[in-house]
């Protein structure tokens, strides 16, 4: 197995595992009426599902990508860097508390690609992990903005 393949199959794990997160959390946030805080979680599963597409159509050169099993992945989180811990999320929890959550998510995604685009000895690991790290970047970015755009009145 070739180190960019080993490094997609990561990476598409990464976005797949948030995308289910966020999605469950939205789903769930949804049916208790936090409207407002699902719709936030659900805007971050459609973050994670277009990198994953992009991370898929980057990958069809080097199909089929290794099947790893969940022991095999190499994060320096519990689970992968950008799904968080989901018991931080209840019933109240607020825009604002949601925001900071999905900031954190989104930072150590920003931590692990930028690891990787350090550490990686393939040009083209390097290359891809950069652009990863940039997007996440870009992702932060627009979380701050939305955190920072709330009404005062918004918690």
Do not use: C
Not at 3 to 19: D, I, K, R
Not at 45 to 70: C, G, W, Y
């Amino acid at each position: 197995m070739t180190e960019l393949a080993h490094f997609l199959a990561h990476a598409l794990a990464l976005e797949n595992q948030a995308s289910q997160r966020y999605g469950e959390l939205a789903r769930h946030l949804d049916l208790v009426g936090n409207h407002d805080t699902a719709a936030l979680f659900g805007k971050m599963a459609d973050f994670s599902r277009m990198h994953a597409d992009e991370i898929n159509t980057i990958a069809k050169p080097h199909a089929p990508l290794p099947v790893l099993q969940p022991w095999q992945y190499e994060w320096t989180t519990p689970e992968p860097p950008e799904v968080g811990d989901s018991s931080l999320v209840g019933t109240t929890t607020s825009v604002r508390q949601a925001l900071g959550l999905a900031i954190a998510n989104e930072r150590r995604g920003w931590e692990y690609y930028n690891h990787i685009a350090v550490t990686a000895t393939d040009g083209e690991t390097r290359r891809l992990a950069r652009t990863f790290a940039t997007e996440e970047a870009e992702h932060v970015l627009t979380l701050e903005r939305w955190l920072t755009a709330l009404r005062p009145n918004i918690v």
